[in-house]
């Protein structure tokens, strides 16, 4: 029990460690080493929780994720039957997350490095998809993991603009949110068309 204590809160210190690394270098240049100098532990404790930085990357970015809720979106856009709800609530969370760290995905993005966001957001897209109330909306596993893997790319390049534009954002969050959250919605609808 004191084993699983100490292994969550060294795991905790990783990535605090690894937050305050990436405000101000990019990813790339993040050793090992340096991650462990700062928590204070020693490399083969890194290595026992991970095996390179990038899984660290990519356990943080799925954390950070799991803390927006999307998992529950599915369940509201169930009782409403509609997708426009999974969309424009999960965009906004999205932006507002990325708002929020807005130095940490400036590195992401700039440097290249969001396959570790995709990663972790490809996952949770998933794990949402196989949400039993998610069989209101897809007729197949296929046709779902499609919608997960189309949907997910879309979000990123979203996210990557978003931050592109700046301070000289010519609409709001919630606005933005509302248009890409259409077309998702516009993609959806088309496929039940299509039927």
């Given at each position: 029990m004191n084993e699983d204590i100490r292994g969550r809160v060294t795991k905790k210190m990783l990535k605090e460690s690894l937050h305050a690394l990436?405000?101000?270098?990019?990813?790339?240049?993040i050793t090992v080493r340096e991650i462990c100098e700062k928590t204070r532990v020693s490399r083969p404790t890194f290595y026992a929780h991970y095996h390179d930085?990038?899984?660290?990357?990519?356990?943080?970015?799925?954390?950070?994720?799991?803390?927006?809720?999307?998992?529950?979106?599915?369940?509201?856009?169930?009782?409403?039957?509609?997708?426009?709800?999974?969309?424009e609530k999960v965009m906004l969370a999205l932006i507002k997350h990325v708002?929020?760290?807005?130095?940490?995905?400036?590195?992401?993005?700039?440097?290249?490095?969001?396959r570790y966001l995709e990663i972790a957001l490809r996952d949770i897209l998933e794990r949402v998809m196989e949400n039993p109330v998610a069989d209101r909306f897809w007729r197949t596993p296929?046709?779902?993991?499609?919608?997960?893997?189309?949907?997910?790319?879309g979000i990123l390049n979203?996210?990557?603009?978003?931050?592109?534009?700046?301070?000289?954002?010519?609409?709001?969050?919630?606005e933005y949110a509302r248009i890409v959250g259409r077309f998702?919605?516009?993609?959806?609808?088309?496929?039940?068309?299509?039927?």
């Open positions: 990436m405000k101000h270098k990019p990813l790339s240049k930085v990038y899984a660290l990357v990519t356990d943080y970015e799925w954390e950070k994720l799991m803390e927006l809720g999307l998992e529950d979106y599915v369940g509201d856009a169930a009782e409403t039957f509609s997708m426009h709800s999974i969309g708002d929020e760290n807005g130095d940490i995905y400036k590195n992401f993005f700039e440097g290249g490095n969001n296929v046709e779902a993991g499609c919608f997960v893997s189309y949907h997910c790319a979203a996210l990557q603009n978003w931050m592109k534009m700046g301070a000289e954002k010519k609409c709001s969050a919630e998702m919605v516009s993609d959806y609808n088309m496929a039940e068309s299509q039927v």
